[in-house]
Structures are given as structure tokens and as C-alpha cells.
């Protein structure tokens, strides 16, 4: 075979594995994110699991390309090539659909493992097992594009997801393409790992050069280079995971905003190891160390939680560090000979810098501290790289610091006033106190991340007050003034503070869908609403959508679905299968009443879109009311019967839903949030 070709065969090889290997991250993400509320921590610990896999799949590429001969390489990974395609295709069964009692993160974990492990363990394992192999072929120098090659591939499977894949195709699509997509890879990796083991023996000399000017191919990384292969990746997964958590959390609730700090972090990766050229010590080192102390300043300052200056603050922040910390990564590379060992310690700080922030931090940590903590680091690692120059050296430390100055003053500006704060996997919830309005009336405060989700006033006469998105002219306040005289029955999807209990009467039943124990446990600690309505109050704790297909026909006046103003849209609470299951338990006449409010998203046109095509009626209630505690809202309601939603103080409320060009009805298997962006 011409060497055009085998290089064309390598390329295709690598390229193939890295871009399946970032499509199939958010198209599995998609399909399990119902089952999990749509919280924004199941991509979190997604990206653990890809991580830590990716680590396996390294450590499996260095260790059987130091203990196997090729032949033996080629019988074993081809027959693990194989033994994969048993997993195929990629859709996840229901048997993994939680119950509500399990721990979320180990469950996603085991899913993970019990759907994608083998395909994905193998997809890791191509990009530095056959850049070993490229290593011992006469074109070996060029070794380090190949992983410039994977990680350009990763960007564009990412980037290909949200704006070309999503929108045109349905999950059961992706989930058929992707997996017969799999099947190319399996035959091209097969046929490489075959050419290989029959014409490159894997004991032959490696030509490939490393970066420094003063080693050798042969010069035996010492303990502070493997240190220093571990650190700097670790910091770079580090920051991407907590400057995602804190864009996502403390600055705007928009959703899938981590496609961009990953394909920041990912384009880092690309252009450090492309060539010598684009990573410049002049440049951005000074630029790292600007985006470090103005990342710190921005924890505490207004400037970090306004979206207009924290989204460019924190994106050019990551990019800038990112460059460094994988430009100076990419600096130390060894010869050819340690290449599978560099790639295993780069795989081992990325999934330890990923398992402190996806799964240590939310156990250890009150609030979204770990970016603080992450710019410190960054500044010491800097330190220790700058450990024979004195000024370098100095400098560092006066910036570590600077951001661990600022990290305190952010902790301290939490906690002051806050009367609870604790966090969980589904986010950070806190309490606190404030005044309200000329009187200085007393309330109390519900915020999950930058989201209030209610308030409460503290004086006995107004504690039974409703507040907050939940006043008599809001669209849920009239659905339920509207029910019929009778004992109401009405359930709530999501339950904040538990400000709609102050609408219960005596013998009315409220019936409340909720993912996050704290929630239930805050709102019983914090606030009264629930322990002063006179209605009977009944828990559900979990997915409201698992919830509902398993109970029996609940009979429900109203429903209100009030889970659409926080980080994570779950979408699979507003599509056309969801619409079909909430009037499953409604009574005739009965009303639901899906919460809209949101600054980002246009969720009222997907509603109607649904409720249109099922013969369902819409009236959508926008609410401006002029008493103080009470917050602008939009709410759409949705009935079998037109009456109920046209007459009365609903029908003199009601207003003309805006229409989105294009915008087809929702389903389960087709969705897609980028095309109701406001």
C-alpha cells in the first residue's frame, strides 16, 4: 500500500474515533436527561464517566503496546473490536429508569457503563494507540498532529450535535446513525490494526522528535515531568468543568452553555499540538496571568455575574488558560518511546481534575467554590513551573494570593445573610432574609443558583400571602380560582418554597413532583407555606414524569408544571408524550398550567405547538402586577374545553401567543432548544 493511502487509513482511523467519541456524549446525555429531571449535573457526570473511560483506554494503549507483541496486539484489540458491536445499537434500555430512591450519580454511572462501556472504551483507545503505531513508520515526527487531528475531530462532532444533527434527526436517528457509524469505525480500525502487526513490528525504533530542544528521543522522562503531565491537564478539566458550573449556575440559567467552554477547551488542545507555532510564552502567559486576577476579581464583583461581561470574561479566561496550561503540556512532550505514558498521565489528570469538580466537589463544597479554587491552583502550578526564575516565581505567588483573596470574599459575601446554603447534585439552594418594599416588610428567600424559585413574607398576618410568580392575576393563580367550587384536587411539578399551598382550602388535595429531597426539606424548615395550608398535602419525591406513568389516573383540576425558569430546561416535561400523560390524569375541564417565564427561552409557542396538534385549547396569561412581591409572568393554559379557558377572568387575561417560524411540535425523540432561543 502506497504510504498516501496508510497515512490516509491512520487519519481517517483517528479521525472517525475522536468525532464518534464526542457525538455520542451529548446524543447518550439526551437520552438519559429525562429520567434525571434534565439536571445540568447529569452532563457533569457524564463527562466524569468519558474521562475516567478515557483514562482505561489509555492505560490500556500503553500497557499492551509495552507488553504485547504486535500480532498479539492486533488478535486482542480486534477481538475486543468485535466482542463491541454486541452493544449496538446505542439506545438505552428501561430497565435503567431510576424509581427515585437511587443515588443519581452512581446510577447514571452504571447506565453509562452497561450501555456505551465497551464502544467507548475502544473509541479512547484508538487515538494513542495508533499514533504508537504511526510513531514507528518512516513519516513518525508528525506524530503530534495525529493528536492535534483527534482533538480538531472532537471539536467538530461537537459543534456538528447542537446545529446539524439535533435539529434533522430524530434520537432513535442518531442513536441507528451513530451506531452504524460505529460499524465504519470497527472496520477501519480492524483493517489498521492488521496492517500494522503485519508490517511495523512495535519494537522498532520511534523517529518521533520531542519539543525540547535539548532531549533525545531516547531521554527518560524524569518524576517531575510525569508530575507535571498529571498537574497541567488536571487544571485544564478543572477549570472547564467549574468555569462551565459557574456560567451555567451564578451568571445566566441557559441551558447546553457548555458547548462552549468545551469547544474552548477542546480548540486549546488543537492548536498547542498542531505545531510550535500558535503557542507563544510572550503571549499568553502575560495574557493568562490578565484573565487570571480578572476571573478572580469577577467571583465577587458585579462584573462576574452580569451575563453581558461574565460570559466574555470567563470564555476568554478558559481559552487563555487552557493555552497555557496545555501549551506548556504540550512543551514537555517525551520521544516516541514514552508516547503512550504521556497520553496515560494527560488521560489521569484530566479525569482527576474532572472527578474533583463532577463528583467531589458537590459533597464537599457548600456552594460553586470550586473555580475559585482552581484559579489558585493555576497560579501555584505557574509558580513551580517559574521555580528558578525569582520574579516568575514571585509573581505567581503574589497572584495565587490575589484569587485566593477573592475567593475568600466571595464565600464570605454568600454567606453573610444566608441562613441555609447546601448543595446536592441537582445545584446549590439558599436561604436568606431581605426587606421588601418602602414598609420594610420582611421576606424570605428561596434561590436555587441564580434562580429564585420564592419567597415568603415573615410577619404572621402575611405569611399566607402568595408572592413571587404566584399572585391571584398569574395564569396558575387564575386556573386555580377557576376550578370548580368542589374539594380541588391540583398537582404541582415542582415545588420551590411551596408558595401555591397558600390556595389550598380545607379538604382540597395538593398533590407535589419533586426531584430534589433538600427541596422538600428546606421548604418544610424555611418556610410555612406547606405546614399552614389547610389543604392535604401529599409528596411525591422524584422524576414527576417517571412518577405520573406509573401512578393511576390522579383526577387532577389543575397541574401546574412550574420546572422551566432554572438552568436546565427538562424538556421531557413539555413535549407531545408529556402533554398525552398529564391529561391522562386530568378531569374533564381540568386545566394545565405550564410556567414559562423565562428571559432566554420562548417555551410558550412550543406549548401551544403541542397542545394544537392534540385538539387541545391554549390561552396564554402574561401577568404585570403593581403589588410589591409580585413578579412579571407568563404562564399558558391548556384545557379539552375552550370554554373553561375563554370565559371569565382567564379569557380577559388571555393574550396572543407569538409564533416561531418553522417550529414543529415537540416529542421525546425530537426537540431541539436552540430553535426557541429568544
Known amino acids: 500500500m502506497k504510504p498516501a493511502y496508510v497515512k490516509a487509513l491512520f487519519a481517517g482511523t483517528i479521525f472517525t474515533s475522536a468525532f464518534l467519541l464526542f457525538l455520542v456524549q451529548p446524543l447518550i446525555a439526551k437520552q438519559i436527561l429525562p429520567w434525571f429531571g434534565g439536571s445540568a449535573a447529569v452532563w457533569s457526570v457524564c463527562m466524569v464517566f468519558f474521562q475516567v473511560v478515557l483514562l482505561a483506554g489509555y492505560a490500556y494503549s500503553d500497557w499492551i503496546t509495552r507488553r504485547l507483541g504486535s500480532r498479539t496486539q492486533a488478535r486482542l484489540h480486534v477481538a475486543l473490536l468485535l466482542a463491541s458491536l454486541a452493544f449496538l445499537p446505542i439506545v438505552t434500555s428501561e430497565r435503567w429508569k431510576p424509581t427515585g430512591a437511587e443515588d443519581p450519580t452512581l446510577w447514571i454511572l452504571g447506565l453509562l457503563v452497561g450501555t456505551i462501556g465497551?464502544?467507548?472504551?475502544?473509541?479512547?483507545?484508538?487515538?494513542?494507540?495508533?499514533?504508537?503505531?504511526?510513531?514507528?513508520?518512516?513519516?513518525?515526527?508528525?506524530?503530534?498532529?495525529?493528536?492535534?487531528?483527534?482533538?480538531?475531530?472532537?471539536?467538530?462532532?461537537?459543534?456538528?450535535?447542537?446545529?446539524?444533527?439535533?435539529?434533522?434527526?430524530?434520537?432513535?436517528?442518531?442513536?441507528?446513525?451513530?451506531?452504524?457509524?460505529?460499524?465504519?469505525?470497527?472496520?477501519?480500525?480492524?483493517?489498521?490494526?492488521?496492517?500494522?502487526?503485519?508490517?511495523?513490528?512495535?519494537?522498532?525504533?520511534?523517529?518521533?522528535?520531542?519539543?525540547?530542544?535539548?532531549?533525545?528521543?531516547?531521554?527518560?522522562?524524569?518524576?517531575?515531568?510525569?508530575?507535571m503531565w498529571l498537574a497541567l491537564p488536571a487544571l485544564g478539566s478543572w477549570l472547564l468543568l467549574a468555569i462551565t458550573n459557574h456560567i451555567t449556575q451564578n451568571v445566566a440559567a441557559i441551558p447546553f452553555l457548555w458547548v462552549l467552554p468545551?469547544?474552548?477547551?477542546?480548540?486549546?488542545?488543537?492548536?498547542?499540538?498542531?505545531?510550535?507555532?500558535?503557542?507563544?510564552?510572550?503571549?499568553?502567559?502575560?495574557?493568562?496571568?490578565?484573565?487570571?486576577?480578572?476571573?478572580?476579581?469577577?467571583?465577587?464583583?458585579?462584573?462576574?455575574?452580569?451575563?453581558?461581561?461574565?460570559?466574555?470574561?470567563?470564555?476568554?479566561?478558559?481559552?487563555?488558560?487552557?493555552?497555557?496550561?496545555?501549551?506548556?503540556?504540550a512543551r514537555l512532550r517525551p520521544g516516541g518511546a514514552y508516547l503512550t505514558r504521556f497520553y496515560l498521565m494527560l488521560s489521569l489528570g484530566g479525569a482527576l481534575g474532572g472527578v474533583s469538580v463532577g463528583l467531589v466537589a458537590p459533597h464537599v463544597l457548600p456552594a460553586y467554590y470550586e473555580l475559585g479554587v482552581g484559579l489558585v491552583l493555576c497560579a501555584l502550578i505557574a509558580a513551580v513551573l517559574w521555580r528558578r526564575r525569582r520574579i516568575g516565581m514571585a509573581a505567581s505567588l503574589a497572584l495565587a494570593g490575589a484569587c485566593a483573596w477573592f475567593l475568600a470574599l466571595q464565600v464570605e459575601d454568600d454567606s453573610t445573610g444566608a441562613r441555609r446554603m447546601q448543595r446536592n447534585f441537582y445545584g446549590t439552594l439558599v436561604t436568606l432574609d431581605a426587606e421588601r418594599g418602602a414598609a420594610g416588610d420582611r421576606v424570605r428567600q428561596m434561590f436555587h443558583g441564580s434562580v429564585k424559585h420564592g419567597e415568603q413574607y415573615l410577619a404572621p398576618s402575611r405569611r399566607r400571602e402568595p408572592t413571587a410568580y404566584y399572585g391571584p392575576s398569574s395564569g396558575v393563580g387564575l386556573a386555580i380560582a377557576a376550578a370548580p367550587a368542589t374539594p380541588r384536587r391540583v398537582g404541582l411539578i415542582g415545588l420551590g418554597a411551596g408558595t401555591l399551598a397558600t390556595y389550598g382550602r380545607p379538604g382540597d388535595i395538593y398533590r407535589v413532583y419533586e426531584i430534589n429531597p433538600q427541596v422538600f426539606e428546606l421548604a418544610d424548615s424555611e418556610f410555612s407555606f406547606l405546614a399552614d395550608s389547610p389543604a392535604r398535602i401529599e409528596r411525591v419525591l422524584g422524576d414527576a414524569r417517571l412518577a405520573l406513568e406509573r401512578e393511576s389516573p390522579q383526577a387532577f383540576d389543575v397541574l401546574a408544571v412550574d420546572a422551566f425558569s432554572g438552568d436546565s430546561v427538562p424538556v421531557h416535561l413539555i413535549t407531545s408524550e408529556a402533554m398525552a400523560l398529564y391529561f391522562r390524569h386530568m378531569r374533564p375541564g381540568g386545566i394545565v398550567a405550564f410556567h414559562v417565564t423565562n428571559r432566554f427561552l420562548a417555551l410558550a409557542p412550543v406549548v401551544e405547538k403541542i397542545a394544537l396538534a392534540q385538539g387541545l385549547h391554549v390561552a396564554l396569561v402574561h401577568d404585570e402586577p403593581s403589588a410589591e412581591g409580585l413578579r412579571n409572568t407568563d404562564w399558558v393554559l391548556v384545557s379539552r374545553e375552550p370554554g373553561r379557558l375563554a370565559e371569565g377572568a382567564i379569557g380577559q387575561a388571555s393574550s396572543r401567543i407569538q409564533q416561531i417560524a418553522g417550529l414543529e411540535p415537540w416529542t421525546d425523540d425530537a426537540n431541539n432548544l436552540f430553535g426557541v432561543l429568544k
Open 118 to 227: 465497551l464502544p467507548y472504551f475502544l473509541l479512547s483507545t484508538t487515538g494513542p494507540l495508533v499514533q504508537s503505531w504511526v510513531a514507528r513508520t518512516p513519516w513518525g515526527a508528525q506524530v503530534y498532529r495525529y493528536f492535534s487531528l483527534s482533538n480538531l475531530a472532537s471539536l467538530v462532532s461537537l459543534l456538528s450535535y447542537p446545529v446539524l444533527i439535533e435539529p434533522h434527526s430524530s434520537l432513535w436517528q442518531q442513536a441507528w446513525g451513530w451506531s452504524a457509524a460505529y460499524g465504519v469505525f470497527v472496520l477501519l480500525c480492524a483493517g489498521t490494526t492488521l496492517y500494522v502487526s503485519r508490517h511495523w513490528a512495535t519494537d522498532a525504533t520511534p523517529v518521533v522528535a520531542p519539543r525540547q530542544a535539548d532531549a533525545t528521543p531516547a531521554a527518560r522522562p524524569r518524576a517531575a515531568d510525569h508530575l
Open 262 to 329: 468545551l469547544s474552548v477547551y477542546l480548540l486549546t488542545f488543537v492548536l498547542t499540538f498542531e505545531s510550535d507555532r500558535w503557542y507563544r510564552r510572550p503571549v499568553f502567559v502575560p495574557l493568562a496571568a490578565a484573565m487570571l486576577a480578572l476571573c478572580a476579581f469577577g467571583l465577587q464583583h458585579s462584573l462576574g455575574s452580569d451575563l453581558r461581561t461574565a460570559l466574555p470574561i470567563y470564555i476568554v479566561g478558559l481559552f487563555a488558560l487552557c493555552m497555557f496550561l496545555h501549551g506548556e503540556m
